[in-house]
């Protein structure tokens, strides 16, 4: 250490160097050893980085890195608890991103010894005077953020020191308590999947679905945009700058962080960036009861939400902060659900909708097993089950979801869709996708299906703003196809056609873009290209090739005219053991102009409660059966408003 003194005393605490104790008005405080070694590290050169590779060999000689990160981040956390101390404003110790700490406070300069011996109150902080003797205070010098020890020297030395500490605390008090201080121009971020720091690749499930509810928590919040899990996850263990990430999402700032859990606690840190220029903003790290995993998520996001000084309402933050408890194995389950229902087979939503169940066994009251339920069932699976067999299902599940979390967005979200595509429901549908934005307005797929249900309506403008802000909350390619058919739908050829080109030039084999490239053909009135092109999605969403031989063939023979009549023929065959969208069959029907075919399948589509039927006034298929009275019957049954 670079004085001779006994003590160091800083605000209301006095470590003697000599034994180790850290004492708070008088009162010893148990700060643990690797704590206290930290402390005593910091205190050597007070205002200097200590970086963690110093730490690491002083406390953990021995240990590997995952074991040092680990254990660091526990024991500076348990230093900051022991001097009521916060990373977000700190006090007393500053953390440097990825590098090391630094000790910030101001220890008590000499020669300014107190009239009275005796130990004042502490103000409302905690934190108030102390007594510390004359000879074993470390004199400073403090230039803004900067601290530098010097050694007693004569009176009017000490007198120089004096003022130019008073001088340097009115600074460091403006700036630490915001009077100087310009947030950074952050209104977009990207959550980064965090790292699984258990050396154990099965429990990266765990750490998606830290990553995820974080997304989530943050979405929350309407003034910032949150990119979606969707376009983030790609990023697992890229070699990608920060910088490069930023650029590609087009956000702001990155959020990263790591996660490990043991039998029943769960330990996190996260890391705030701003990309341009790269700075980091801000660095935590927690230590929690398994069970307190999702208000612990609350707490992160609205402690970057306060970092950067967006501005967040009086009801999204009673949301942030409400206390959420979870049995932990049960989120265990719902963890495991969500992560295998990502690849959408029939298959692995068997195995989500079992992991939900067992989730909702563990602990009957959690909403959000209840809403994913829901979510799951709400989905087709190509010739999987019957809207009947499974939308009450789903209805069913997110009301039992909302009943236990009316704030649940995503049990909004479910109830919109079958009110919807079921239901058809229509004033009932905007009810609850506008309840979904309002919890969750960040939520791409809200905005999707949001925008599903304007441009239904031929409201195609509001439309087609909700499908740019659903690319924009979600910019990953891979979920481009539905706002392209969204400007399908609109009859937007050109706007559909620029996005789709961008797709399949960034995945040629898309099947979903050579699906939509065909749907910009038949609006351009390009029917033998239109037919290619669903030949080559047919190809590519295939399992087996020989599936579409038959396809090939009629193309080859007979052009886009046998190419359908060959696909109608496919499908009734696929109808008789499996379910077949029939809205679909009846397209088919009208691409070789076979209208009595049409309204046979459009008719089954109607009792079937196809989800396709609310497109009737904006599917150019039917363009030619528009002026026909048995349509304009089918539109009103459906009740597809004005």
Known sequence: ???????????????????????????????????????????????????????????????????????????????????????????????????????????????????????????????????????????????????????????????????????????????????????????SLAVLPFANLSGDSSQDYFSDAITEELITQLGKIRSIRVISRTSVMRYRGTKKSLAEIARELNVDAIVEGTVTRTSDRVHMTANFVQASPEKHLWAESYDTPASSILSLQGQVALAIAGEIQVQVTTEERGRLAATQRVDPEAYDLYSRGRYVARTQTAESFQKAVNYFQKAIQKDPTYAAAYAALGAIYAQWVPGENRPRDRMPMAREYARKAWQLDPTLAEAHSVLGTVELFYDWNWSGAEKEFKQTIEFSPNDAWAHRWHARWLVSQSRTDEAIAEANLSLALDPSPDNWDYPIWIFVLGGKADLAGRRVGDLLELEPNNPWGHFELAQVYWLQGKTEECAQEYLRADELFAADPDETEPLRRALASAGAHGYWRERIESYQRSAASSYVPAVMVAAACMRIDDRECAFRWLEKGFAERDDLMVNLRVEHAFDHLRSDARFQDLIRRVGIPD
């Not at 050169?45 to 200590?50: D, I, K, L």
């Not at 934190?127 to 010098?141: H, K, M, T």
């Not at 009115?170 to 100087?180: E, K, N």
Request: aromatic share 6%; charged share 25%; with cysteine.
């Open 1 to 187: 250490m670079k004085t001779t003194s006994r003590t160091a005393s800083f605000g209301p605490y006095t470590l003697d160097l000599r034994s180790g104790e850290l004492r708070k008005f008088g009162t010893r405080v148990n700060t643990g050893e690797q704590a206290l070694q930290i402390l005593l590290m910091l205190l050597e050169s007070p205002g200097e980085m200590v970086t963690r590779e110093e730490l690491r060999s002083r406390l953990w000689p021995e240990n590997n890195y995952v074991d040092f990160d680990h254990g660091l981040n526990s024991a500076v956390q348990r230093l900051r608890d022991c001097l009521s101390d916060s990373a977000t404003k700190p006090r007393w110790i500053e953390t440097i991103p990825r590098r090391g700490y630094r000790f910030v406070g101001q220890v008590e300069p000499s020669g300014q010894a107190r009239p009275s011996q005796e130990l004042q109150a502490p103000d409302e902080n905690g934190d108030g005077p102390f007594l510390a003797s004359q000879d074993d205070r470390i004199e400073i010098v403090d230039h803004s953020d900067r601290i530098v020890v010097a050694r007693k020297q004569k009176v009017a030395g000490t007198l120089f020191v004096v003022a130019i500490v008073a001088l340097a605390s009115i600074s460091v008090y403006f700036v630490r308590h915001g009077m100087a201080r310009t947030p950074p121009e952050i209104h």
